[in-house]
């Protein structure tokens, strides 16, 4: 699977768009971009996933370049509970054992 | 409940003991993968069954560690003789069918500590 690159961490105002970057310059043609975040003390959540279209959800949109080098995750209305280690992963749609590899992620933080 | 529910919680063990794990994986779901946390890391995977067969084990660190899911529903990871080092989260996910791209779905862990 591709390497995903992401910003450490960064810092969001409640009630704002979150706007979360992800570099993927090395992503083959059949694999999808998956957002994923992990809140304190719980599992990872699934967010988001897609393959070259634009996504959205009820909980974020998933912008995707048109070269597929780069994806933003958007977080429309941020709030204190957004707060979480945010993952952005590469995975190949295969038959089987489809296994996450997940990398830093960008910690978020949403203050009042 | 509709989750991935995972027990117990915590765990505290003496270094040597042997402990077991449990995930109940959602209802239905074919795969079912198992995965290890350390302090301050993301998840990394150990291991992966669909139905009771288990696929790909590639990410068990050592020949303590083992899974199973006998009947194709809940799994046990089992480590013995533990070490310090295996003192981590242990986090458990299932998915609705056994590939594509169906997002998988986590249990809240369980914390191991080994003294």
């Known amino acids: 699977d591709a390497k995903t690159t992401q910003p450490t961490s960064m810092d969001c105002a409640e009630g704002r768009a979150a706007n979360l970057p992800c570099n993927h310059s090395?992503?083959?043609?059949?694999?999808?971009v998956y957002w994923y975040r992990q809140i304190h003390s719980q599992g990872p959540q699934y967010i988001i996933h897609?393959?070259?279209n634009n996504e959205t959800n009820e909980m974020a949109s998933l912008i995707i370049t048109e070269d597929r080098k780069s994806s933003t995750l958007i977080l429309p209305h941020a709030t204190l509970r957004d707060t979480a280690v945010y993952y952005c992963?590469?995975?190949?749609?295969?038959?089987?054992?489809?296994?996450?590899?997940f990398g830093g992620g960008t910690r978020v933080l949403v203050k009042p | 409940g509709a989750g991935v529910s995972q027990s117990p919680r915590y765990k505290v063990a003496k270094r040597g003991q042997d402990v077991a794990l449990r995930c109940d994986p959602i209802?239905?779901?074919?795969?079912l993968f198992w995965y290890q946390q350390a302090l301050g890391q993301g998840p990394e995977f150990l291991t992966y069954?669909?139905?009771?067969?288990?696929?790909?084990k590639s990410g068990l660190p050592s020949d303590r560690f083992f899974a199973e899911r006998p009947e194709g529903s809940v799994s046990t990871l089992k480590i013995q003789r533990t070490q310090q080092e295996d003192s981590a989260v242990y986090l458990c996910?299932?998915?609705?069918?056994?590939?594509?791209?169906?997002?998988?779905?986590f249990g809240d862990g369980t914390r191991l500590s080994i003294l």
């Open positions: 897609g393959l070259k």
């Open positions: 996910a299932s998915s609705n069918i056994s590939g594509g791209n169906q997002p998988q779905h």
């Open positions: 069954f669909q139905n009771e067969a288990q696929l790909d």
């Open positions: 209802s239905g779901h074919v795969s």
């Open positions: 992963i590469v995975r190949v749609a295969k038959a089987a054992g489809n296994k996450l590899t």
């Open positions: 090395t992503i083959s043609g059949n694999e999808y």
